[in-house]
């Protein structure tokens, strides 16, 4: 069988170009049969009505792309048509052109202000009505692209809530992990009470609080604040939140000894994480501590303050000192300096560790709460203890702010119960 010639096949054709609809009002004459032939000549299907009334009921029924309009006709003027036309819902914008002898700046004027898009001189001449044809078409195809465009962007949005829900989910679940990483809310060691507060400003959090036994009569109480509130800050918590757990093998303010498990030192211990933060993280993170060894029995306590809030002593009779020199901040210096610390509670003390989300807590005018702010709140809660007085101290801080809580808030109570009074011993550094 011979090959067919390839020259000879029928070549594919392309599209016709999309025809657009016009509906043309007004009454019949010779210029109204001569605009039609025109619109059929540029590519435009036309149809033909002779009243406003009839008008609008083909555009209800066709949706016309144009709409052509004498100024006058039986039953309403080109404006008042313009008007209805504008009113009626539709697929997509119409075009609406007004054929009108009156191009003064008044007629001009009222016409935009009905809601006419050109004007056409009549008689139309062909030069002038592919020019406005033209501007028409314009309108339509940049109408066509903004619809394209949203209805891209209303599933990108779909799709940007779909994978926000599911993050929701995901920090939620997140935020309940972490609030696990608090083991025990409160503690009770001979005439010792630990209370603890954790609340993250979002669903998670770069604070953390805790406490665990070390050995005999010791127990060792952290507070951290690492930097920023994401998901890298509840990360970090994590890790640090084994490096302080009440297992010796993980606990690195632990060390097995011969006979037991001794403690590594306050300062010790802030020196060790700040060389892992240092050469072991690839981060920008730190953050600050105040770790303590408390003493359950006698009231003495040893403690090392990293960059941390002023921890404040309240005495049995009300005194109130802030404690601490302030020391650097864990992850930042090569060779930084700790403010080491020690002091003894007598019974009816307490010690009170909060993170800077609640001294820095701002009022709506921009005053944070501060030192003297939180003194007051120890001051009016006096006789409220455990959770108790650290509830009513959060409560305190959100009115302050009037609820915008920008950072994460977090405390370590501790209070050393009886009611025996002794002369306190002074706060003095700790020994090399």
């Known amino acids: 069988m011979k090959a067919a010639n390839p020259s000879s096949r029928t070549k594919a054709t392309a599209p016709a170009p999309l025809r657009r609809q016009a ?25 033909l009505v002779d009243t406003g009334a009839d008008a609008l009921r083909s555009v209800d029924a066709r949706q016309p792309d144009i709409l052509l309009s004498s100024a006058a006709l039986p039953d309403m003027t080109g404006l008042d048509l313009c008007r209805d036309f504008r009113s009626r819902p539709g697929p997509h914008y119409g075009y609406f052109l007004l054929l009108t002898p009156d191009r003064s700046d008044d007629g001009m004027a009222a016409g935009l202000a009905a809601g006419v898009d050109d004007f056409l001189s009549l008689p139309v001449a062909r030069p002038e009505l592919l020019a406005r044809l033209a501007a028409a078409e314009r309108m339509r195809r940049i109408e066509d692209d903004l619809r394209a465009t949203n209805s891209r962007l209303r599933s990108a949005m779909a799709q940007l809530s779909e994978t926000q829900a599911a993050m929701e989910r995901d920090l939620r ?36 609080v805790g406490f665990f036994p ?17 998901v890298t800050a509840a990360l970090l918590t994590a890790q640090l939140s084994v490096h302080l757990s009440g297992s010796s093998d993980l606990n690195v303010a632990l060390r097995a000894a011969q006979g037991g498990v001794d403690p590594r030192g306050p300062g010790a211990l802030a020196h060790f ?19 303590a060894e408390l003493n359950h029995v006698t009231g003495q306590l040893r ?15 009300g005194r ?28 009816g003390d307490r010690l009170l560790i909060t993170s800077d989300g609640v001294t820095e807590a701002a009022s709506p005018n921009g005053v944070q709460l501060g030192d003297e702010g939180l003194e007051a709140i120890l001051r009016t809660n006096a006789f409220l203890s455990g959770h108790g007085f650290l509830e009513s101290m959060a409560w305190s801080v959100s009115e302050y702010s009037r609820g915008e809580r920008l950072d994460d808030v977090s405390a370590v109570l501790i209070e050393m119960r009886g009611d025996s009074r002794v002369t306190p011993m002074p706060v003095r550094p700790a020994r090399p």
Not at 214 to 230: E, F, M, Q, R
Not at 303 to 312: D, K, R, S
């Open 173 to 208: 679940e997140a935020r309940k992990l972490q609030q696990g990483l608090v083991r025990e809310r409160s503690g009770r060691f001979g005439q010792i009470d630990i209370s603890l507060l954790l609340r993250p400003a979002g669903h998670i959090g770069g604070d953390l």
């Open 214 to 230: 070390i050995a005999g009569d010791w127990i060792g109480v952290y507070a951290l604040d690492v930097s920023g509130h994401g």
């Open 303 to 317: 403690m090392v303050q990293a960059g941390h809030p002023h921890p404040v002593l309240q005495r049995a009779d």
């Open 23 to 47: 509906l043309l009002a007004g009454p019949d004459g010779v210029c109204r049969k001569a605009l039609a032939d025109l619109l059929d000549a540029a590519g435009v299907d036309c149809t």
């Open 273 to 291: 994480f700040n060389g892992m933060m240092l050469e072991e993280m690839n981060t920008d993170s730190y953050f600050t501590m105040i770790y």
């Open 320 to 347: 109130v000192e802030h404690l601490g020199q302030g020391g650097m901040p864990i992850g930042v210096f090569e060779r930084p300096i700790f403010d080491e610390m020690e002091l003894r509670l007598e019974p």
